[in-house]
Nanobody
Framework: QVQLVESGGGLVQPGGSLSLSCAAS????????MGWYRQAPGNQRELVAR???????NYADSVKGRFTISRDSAKNTVYLQMNSLTPEDTAVYYC??????????WGQGTQVTVSS
């Protein structure tokens, strides 16, 4: 069993910054991709940023230049640095680890609210 524990999130004013982290624990696994998704009320869950095991990255157009995904492989942890936040970034953010031979695992979700 693999568990993902997220931390970070909260309330921030427009233009502010927040950092999210997600640590994976469990029996031996090999990561294929790790990423962040978000879901706003009434919307489908969407990809925010993803990092592959070879170091490639994908970002949603709406966050390019503002968000940065990174990882600490030794700690099996993925981070999301979010800058220049806008109210449109308000959502529940979920981390995802896609593992070789083990499937896909999700974090519990953390609320990010951007409001003045």
């Amino acid at each position: 069993q693999v568990q993902l524990v997220e931390s970070g999130g909260g309330l921030v004013q427009p233009g502010g910054s927040l950092s999210l982290s997600c640590a994976a624990s469990g029996s031996s696994f090999v990561v294929k991709t790790m990423g962040w998704y978000r879901q706003a009320p009434g919307n489908q869950r969407e990809l925010v940023a993803r990092l592959t095991n070879t170091g490639g990255t994908n970002y949603a157009d709406s966050v390019k230049g503002r968000f940065t995904i990174s990882r600490d492989s030794a700690k099996n942890t993925v981070y999301l640095q979010m800058n220049s936040l806008t109210p449109e970034d308000t959502a529940v953010y979920y981390c995802n680890f896609d593992l070789f031979f083990r499937g896909s695992f999700w974090g519990q979700g953390t609320q990010v609210t951007v409001s003045s």
